[in-house]
């Protein structure tokens, strides 16, 4: 099956400091890669989606210029959280899918930590 | 727009007993279906799916039917495990936005031995 790796699987930053999460598809070229976001026991709430080569549509009530999202290859996407504070904290899971398909494979997830 | 209604948890169950776990939708087109589970401190794991009406997907023992008459997607197992005690989600992702995936509010199952 497809494999989407995201990398790192935990971190813990400081207030005020920018922390990136990478997702990368590993055998097959994701041409679109969704962001979620998921608080403890609640579900995945969609954050953004991303398009290889495009800008990122972003949910509503989701600030961009805090979750800064690159999608610049067909195997990798990145979400940037720009100058986290405390209620950033949260587990962030990203998916990919090519181009057609229904289903989306999903990464392990990172769980930020912002003290 | 998409939604997903999960039947409200947490569920306790005994080793061996029964499992179903009720999920309805409201999509447009004709989405795909799909039951998730996650473990503590884990990401997702795709459990099983069904892309289209009548289409049974099956996994490790759970099953779920997608019924396009009643919009549902219902999960069960025969006969739970101690290890199954995890939470699961129902989600769906329309052929109007592929990949895009619509979640439930997940369901907390603990199987005591």
């Known amino acids: 099956g497809a494999v989407v790796s995201q990398h790192p699987s935990w971190v813990i930053c400081k207030s005020g400091t920018s922390v990136k999460i990478e997702c990368r598809s590993l055998?097959?070229?994701?041409?679109?890669m969704f962001w979620y976001r998921q608080f403890p026991k609640q579900s995945l709430m969609l954050m953004a989606t991303?398009?290889?080569?495009?800008?990122?549509?972003?949910e509503q009530g989701v600030e961009k210029d805090k979750f800064l999202i690159n999608h610049a290859s067909l195997t990798l996407s990145t979400l940037t959280v720009t100058s986290a504070h405390p209620e950033d904290s949260s587990f962030y899971i990203c998916?990919?899918?090519?181009?057609?398909?229904?289903?989306?494979?999903f990464g392990q997830g990172t769980r930020l930590t912002v003290v | 727009g998409n939604s997903v209604t999960q039947m409200e948890g947490p569920v306790t169950l005994s080793e061996e007993a029964f499992l179903t776990i009720n999920c309805t939708y409201t999509?447009?087109?004709?989405?795909?279906l799909f039951w998730y589970v996650q473990y503590p401190g884990e990401g997702l794991q795709l459990l099983l799916k069904?892309?289209?009406?009548?289409d049974k997907g099956s996994n490790k023992g759970f099953e779920a039917t997608y019924r396009k008459e009643t919009t549902s997607f219902h999960l069960e197992k025969g006969s739970v495990q101690v290890s199954d005690s995890a939470v699961y989600f129902c989600?769906?992702?329309?052929?109007?936005?592929?990949?895009?995936?619509?979640f439930g509010d997940g369901t907390t199952l603990t199987v005591k031995p």
């Open positions: 998916s990919a899918t090519d181009r057609g398909n229904t289903e989306a494979f």
């Open positions: 055998d097959f070229q994701a041409t679109t």
């Open positions: 991303s398009n290889e080569g495009s800008k990122a549509t972003y």
């Open positions: 999509a447009t087109g004709y989405p795909s």
């Open positions: 069904a892309t289209k009406a009548d």
């Open positions: 989600a769906l992702s329309s052929n109007t936005n592929a990949g895009k995936s619509t």
